[in-house]
């Protein structure tokens, strides 16, 4: 099982569907890489505007509302920047565009390392299906990675016009696999990480954030005995 990444990496992006995905699927590892001085930012695909059962929520209210929660997480864990794409929640899907956005905040930000979400349904456990926002941004995700943000023929506008030059992302780590071969110890960081957790407050009661980030990082925590832990599956680029 491996527990350690490139020490000449520097440079990270975690790409999610939603606001709060990022935390409740790998906090710990992105406050860690900011604690050890990573340079560390968030692509959020969607606008959030469904995540209400509120009967008098409106979209534009809860957009505002959960981009600001979302920056404030980005102010606990450290991070240099979060794109905001805009798309529409629960709509998503993984089209040329959103891998072309995905690609210019790729080619933006030039990370060593990134991180997203599985790009199909997992069907292990029970009680939970997936969002189809999940995997469409996963699969986007690493569209982008492999060829668009690093090919000078596709999408050749981003460098023609807005002169952002190709950029080859050197790994992949993908969150929440069943078999994951990454693990982080993230022990050090899991209050950072609830502290983050807990900004998305109109999506998660602060006892939850506390008590569901605590108890999967000790599970995951087993698998190389440390206390707690997040796990990926990870690939190594060319």
């Known amino acids: ?32 890489l900011c604690a050890e001085g990573w340079d560390v930012a968030y692509v959020i695909c969607t606008d959030g505007s469904k995540g209400s ?3 008098d929520m409106t979209a534009e209210k809860l957009v505002k509302m959960r981009e600001e929660e979302q920056r404030e997480a980005a102010r606990v864990l450290g991070l240099s920047r979060v794109f905001f794409l805009g798309y529409p929640d629960a709509y998503l899907e993984s089209t040329l565009e959103l891998r072309k956005d995905i690609s210019r905040a790729i080619r933006t930000h030039r990370p060593d390392v990134l991180i997203c979400m599985n790009p199909v349904r997992n069907l292990d456990g029970a009680g939970y299906i997936d969002h189809p926002d999940h995997f469409a941004s996963g699969d986007a995700a690493m569209g982008a990675v492999y060829p668009a943000a690093r090919d000078r023929m596709t999408f050749p506008e981003l460098l023609t016009e807005e002169g952002l030059e190709p950029h080859k992302v050197r790994e992949v780590w993908i969150m929440g696999r069943t078999e994951p071969d990454h693990v982080i110890d993230v022990t050090d960081h899991i209050e950072t990480a609830v502290a983050a957790l807990r900004a998305h407050r109109s999506q998660v009661s602060p006892e939850s954030a506390d008590r569901h980030m605590k108890e999967w990082r000790r599970r995951d925590g087993t698998r190389i005995g440390v206390e707690y832990a997040e796990v990926f599956k990870r690939f190594r680029l060319g």
């Open 1 to 32: 099982m491996v527990t350690q990444s490139n020490d000449d990496f520097s440079r990270a992006m975690v790409v999610v569907a939603h606001a709060d995905d990022a935390e409740w699927g790998c906090a710990g590892t992105v406050a860690r």
């Open 53 to 55: 059962d509120d009967p």
